[in-house]
């Protein structure tokens, strides 16, 4: 009997190191991933401000529009915005790939998912930065052009037209990543449709007759604007 | 010698045009040639210009094709095909080795005979290679011009040619060829530009450039004259584009010279405008009030307080002063340079510190007589500050925010 607990305990522990002995090389691979993720994000993150910093990114994202990323973070800039950015990515996906060399079914899975996800955020984010860029550049474009046009209210209207990009921008990127897809198209519908019925009940009732005396003020000038100086 | 006239459906003015032309070759140079070109008119242009020619001077018709018109681009503030008409008018010449060439426009009913001496004697007897014309003008008209154009001329190309957007010209047979082995011609702004272009060519180029004066300049005006901001966003932005391909070369001019003029004044103003500044103002303050953040990004943080204490100015303390303007059209130029944003919204953005800057000028000269002395003065102060122009140029990124 002295023999065959002897034996069942031996199994046992046999088991329990040859578990441990499975298990511990998956940790040792899973600090040494997670390690060299913090160490390879810090080193992205350094050449990626280094490279953006040789063409002047934060200069031109401002000209861009998208002078305002690093105000959406604790980033000092928007190159530190998009460094910082890469050293998170570069972390995740480090997590992402320790957690599969764990071996573990449930972990594996769920890294698989996410990897299968990532380019539906990607093209979430390039939507979200062209429609920044169109933003800015439509918005000057009509102010510049209102302002010459002699329009008082430039301005609300350069405003207006950036603010309308961006929530189509916004929309789109949120189709993107598939995220409430029919409840959002519903939303963006209601309020789009929304703000043309309000906008146009409200020039229609309530603010005719300013509109009619704009117009008239418009028509009115028109003659008088037009010098008849040849200025070339 | 040849003298080019360049016509699209002008049969209204032709005739006229011809005739007087013709006279002009015949008293002066009775072995010239006329050759018109017509960019294919349809309205027998090409018949009325030949009866008109008949038994005075010998008339050569050769075509040239003017560009498809775009429908969304804006209206033109000249001649819509020109580049190709007066290359058109050059091959010709070339082809007959003439040694002094001169373009008219089939649209004008001011030219008169003698014109031709003016614009011709010069490359003949004087040994001239441009002659650049010189129209009386109301002092208020061709503001773009005094402003911008002729002061840049003088400070970057070293040459003070008043009006080197001007429209006819005379050129030398050596002019001529080195003109036709440029690749501008096919440039794609080449019809807004090329005045300033070959007025620029000849003045760098080595070549020896007079004025000649004309007296007064009329034409038929067949569509709505564009607003000042597309003449402008296309008279300037032809400047700055020539200003930047020839970058190389007006680094190293110093000083400017003064031309000679060919020709007598005719006493012609032939139109008198009336002026309005109250408008011009109100434009100046809704574009500070409207832009200033856009100026932001093109004109020194020092130049935009000067501006906004522009803006608050009443209107008659409203002085926009040479230095400040100079400061802005050179900051203009930079920018148009470093790319700071799209050329149009750049040159857009330059309209409503243009009609201050107009304001001003007729504000402060109005009743003076004043107009050319403050036009030499601003020349001066174009001059005075063309190393901030050339720093900037070299090293671009001192200038940025």
Redesign the interface.
């Known amino acids: 009997m002295w023999v065959q607990l002897q034996r069942i305990m031996s199994e046992a522990a046999n088991r329990i190191v040859k578990s441990v002995a499975e298990f511990v090389p998956g940790i040792l691979a899973l600090v040494a991933v997670l390690a060299a993720s913090v160490i390879l994000g810090v080193i992205a993150r350094q050449v990626t401000m280094r490279a953006l910093a040789g063409v002047e990114f934060d200069r031109r994202a401002q000209q861009w529009g998208l002078g305002k990323l690093g105000d959406w973070s604790s980033a000092k800039s928007a190159s530190s915005f998009v460094g910082r950015t890469v050293q998170w990515v570069v972390l995740i996906v480090g997590i992402l790939v320790a957690l599969t060399a764990l071996d573990a079914a449930i972990p594996s899975r769920f890294a698989l998912s996410v990897f299968e996800y990532m380019p539906h955020v990607l093209s979430a984010l390039i939507v979200l930065a062209v429609g920044s860029a169109a933003a800015q550049f439509f918005a000057r474009a009509v102010l510049i052009g209102a302002v010459n046009m002699q329009i008082h209210s430039a301005r609300i209207l350069s405003f207006s037209v950036k603010w309308l990009v961006l929530i189509v921008a916004t929309s789109m990127a949120v189709e993107q990543l598939q995220i409430g897809r029919q409840i959002l198209t519903l939303a963006f519908g209601i309020l789009f449709g929304g703000v043309v019925l309000t906008a146009s009940l409200a020039v229609g009732l309530g603010a005719k007759d300013a509109v009619g005396r704009a117009i008239e003020r418009q028509y009115d000038r028109a003659p008088q604007e037009r010098d008849h100086l040849d200025h070339v | 010698m040849v003298v080019g006239i360049i016509s699209y459906n002008d049969a209204d003015t032709v005739g006229d045009v011809v005739r007087r032309v013709s006279a002009g070759i015949a008293a002066h140079a009775p072995q010239g040639c006329l050759v018109l070109a017509d960019g294919g008119s349809t309205d027998g242009t090409v018949k009325r210009a030949e009866s008109a020619a008949a038994d005075v001077c010998p008339l050569v018709t050769v075509d040239y094709s003017r560009p498809a018109l775009d429908p969304l681009a804006a209206p033109y503030?000249?001649w819509y095909g020109r580049a190709a008409a007066i290359l058109s008018v050059l091959r010709a010449a070339s082809a007959r080795t003439a040694a002094a060439c001169a373009v008219i426009d089939a649209r004008l009913t001011s030219v008169s005979p003698e014109w031709m001496p003016s614009l011709l004697e010069p490359v003949l007897s004087e040994e001239f290679d441009y002659v650049a014309p010189y129209y009386e003008?109301h002092p208020?008209?061709?503001?773009?011009?005094k402003s911008v154009i002729a002061p840049m001329f003088r400070a970057l190309y070293g040459v003070r040619l008043r009006q080197p957007?001007g429209g006819e010209f005379g050129c030398s047979s050596r002019l001529l060829q080195h003109l036709l082995d440029q690749t501008y011609w096919a440039a794609k702004d080449a019809d807004s530009g090329i005045d300033i272009w070959m007025a620029s060519a000849a003045a760098v180029g080595g070549f020896r450039v007079c004025e000649a004066a004309l007296g007064g300049r009329t034409h038929v005006v067949k569509e709505d004259?564009p607003?000042?901001?597309t003449?402008?966003g296309q008279?300037v932005g032809g400047m700055f584009a020539d200003v930047e391909a020839r970058a190389e070369t007006w680094q190293r001019i110093r000083g400017s010279q003064t031309l000679p003029v060919f020709g007598r004044s005719r006493g012609e103003m032939t139109?008198q405008?009336?002026?309005?500044v109250e408008?011009?103002l109100?434009?100046f303050r809704?574009?500070f009030?409207?832009?200033r953040d856009?100026w932001a990004?093109i004109v020194a943080p020092r130049t935009l307080l000067q501006l906004k204490a522009l803006a608050e100015a009443p209107a008659p303390q409203f002085r926009f002063g040479n230095e400040l303007w100079t400061q802005v059209v050179y900051d203009f130029a930079l920018a148009y340079r470093a790319r700071?944003?799209?050329h149009d919204?750049l040159l857009?953005?330059l309209?409503?510190l243009y009609l201050g800057w107009l304001a001003s000028f007729v504000e402060e000269t109005c009743g003076t007589g004043d107009v050319e002395d403050r036009l030499a003065r601003l020349g001066e102060v174009f001059e005075m500050k063309k190393p901030y122009l050339i720093a900037g140029w070299r090293w671009p990124?001192r200038f940025?925010?």
């Open positions: 503030h000249g003008r208020y008209e061709g503001a773009i011009t957007a004259p607003d000042v901001s003449a402008l008279v139109r405008p009336v002026v309005d408008p011009m109100d434009r809704l574009g009030d409207a832009l856009v990004w700071s944003m799209p919204h857009g953005a309209t409503p990124e940025r925010v």
